[in-house]
């Protein structure tokens, strides 16, 4: 045991770095996707026809290809026909288009989720549609989608760990790189379970208190 806890004092500096990585490559992606998810929820709504058409689209390739797959044709694909960016800008990208399809769907079924007689109120009230969004249906819609969100999030985090794949050095990344040096493969990818666990257990009882409180209230 002791022989462990030496072990994970030597590493956690190493592993500490590649956790810091994926929070910031999580809240980059997430910042980034959660307005364009909004966007494309209002999209998918529209009236208009070509709108929607191209909302539903979006949603649909970023919900049906695995990130993986996306991460793959951005970093190794791209460069072939001269489009070539960093494994960091391209995991930022990757995981905000794809969190902007699925906050998209939580937002939309959110607004969806508010009963029409409340905008039809706002109207017979001279309200304009713009007025009808701000004041009436997002605040309402936070409320039910904010848990739902907290959510995706902790699912954006754990697929960071796949940007190890196109040489992102975060978490995973490193641990793979210890236990590739020293083959203590069970012990510095038990310390990297950890570390993600101290974030996500976190993150997954706050998502339930909200769930619990949000419902209550209303």
């Not at 939309?108 to 905008?119: D, F, H, K, Y």
Request: proline letters at 3%.
């Amino acid at each position: 045991m002791s022989h462990m806890w030496t072990h994970w004092h030597d590493w956690f500096g190493t592993l500490f770095g590649g956790l810091l990585v994926g929070l910031e490559l999580a809240v980059v992606s997430f910042t980034i996707g959660l307005p364009l998810g909004f966007a494309t929820a209002v999209g998918t709504m529209s009236s208009h026809r070509w709108q929607r058409r191209i909302a539903i689209g979006l949603v649909e390739v970023g919900r049906g290809c695995p990130a993986l797959l996306l991460l793959y044709l951005v970093y190794y694909g791209l460069p072939d026909v001269g489009l070539t960016f960093s494994a960091f800008m391209t995991a930022t990208g990757v995981l905000a288009f794809i969190s902007a399809a699925y906050t998209g769907e939580v937002i939309r079924g959110a607004l969806a989720s508010i009963p029409r007689g409340e905008t039809e109120a706002s109207s017979a009230l001279g309200m304009t549609n713009t007025d009808t969004i701000r004041f009436i249906l997002v605040p309402q819609a936070v409320v039910v989608a904010t848990p739902a969100l907290l959510g995706y999030f902790v699912a954006i985090f754990q697929a960071t760990a796949l940007t190890s794949q196109i040489t992102v050095r975060e978490l995973l990344a490193r641990a793979g790189t210890i236990g590739s040096a020293t083959f203590e493969y069970t012990q510095v990818l038990l310390l990297a379970a950890l570390m993600y666990l101290a974030i996500t257990v976190p993150l997954g009882v706050g998502t339930r208190a909200l769930e619990t409180r949000f419902a209550r209230h209303r």
